[in-house]
């Protein structure tokens, strides 16, 4: 079965400062999709960033990138120029490729603090 | 604004009672999904309906019943809860697995439930 896993329950970074979230997945499959969403204290879960297996190119959204290492199953979160609005719980998530679960499973959570 | 609305926002209800949550979704999605987030758990997937059929029922006891209309609603008939089943009931929407959109799943803001 597949499991995604967050190894850091709590991070914080300082205001403008780069924060990296780490994310390790497991899986017997050599395409899927994975991704970083963001739950803010109003509880809806914003995709922050998504990434195809297939692809080798990391993906990257203005201030957010990931660094895919797929041999190692690894999906760190890099936050770069942190603001105060980046503050949340992050989420990293694993969905199948075609066919099989629609499930999208999600690790446990790393919640971010920003520091003015 | 979000494409995927829950109502209510907010719900408290007795162990006796019989509530539903709504979900709409305006994004032109044929699968629609129920995901139950309680303190200190992963979420966990309850339900997936693809072009309107029940397509997966992770084990949820039939005190939840879903229902999918159409492919823009999405109901949970809640009836005879546990004050355990108390958490955040997030709607989530996306394309029919494989087909476009990369597989991304767009969730609503969450109904908050309250069993006493």
């Known amino acids: 079965a597949q499991t995604v896993t967050q190894s850091q329950p709590e991070m914080s970074v300082q205001e403008a400062e780069t924060v990296t979230l780490s994310c390790t997945y497991d899986t017997s499959e050599s395409d899927y999709y994975l991704f970083w969403y963001k739950q803010p204290p109003s509880r809806q879960m914003i995709l922050v960033i998504r990434q195809e297996a297939y692809k080798q190119q990391n993906a990257t959204e203005n201030r957010f990138s990931v660094n895919f290492q797929k041999a190692a199953k690894s999906f760190s979160l890099k936050i770069s120029d942190s603001q105060l609005g980046d503050a949340a719980m992050y989420f990293c998530a694993y969905r199948a490729p075609q066919g099989g679960s629609e499930k999208l499973v999600f690790g446990k959570g790393t919640k971010l603090t920003v520091n003015p | 604004e979000t494409g995927v609305t829950q109502t209510p926002r907010h719900l408290v209800m007795g162990m006796t009672n019989k509530k539903s949550l709504k979900c709409e979704q305006h994004?032109?999605?044929?699968?629609m999904y129920w995901y139950k987030q309680s303190a200190k758990k992963p979420l966990e997937l309850m339900f997936v309906y693809s072009l309107e059929e029940r397509v997966e029922n992770n084990s949820v006891p039939s005190r939840f019943s879903p229902e999918c209309p159409n492919s823009s609603h999405l109901f949970l008939h809640l009836h005879t809860l546990q004050p355990e089943d108390s958490a955040l009931y997030l709607c989530?929407?996306?394309?029919?697995?494989?087909?476009?959109?990369?597989?991304?799943?767009?969730f609503g803001e969450g109904s908050w439930l309250t069993v006493v």
């Open positions: 989530a929407s996306s394309h029919k697995k494989g087909v476009g959109s990369g597989n991304t799943i767009y």
């Open positions: 994004l032109g999605h044929n699968a």
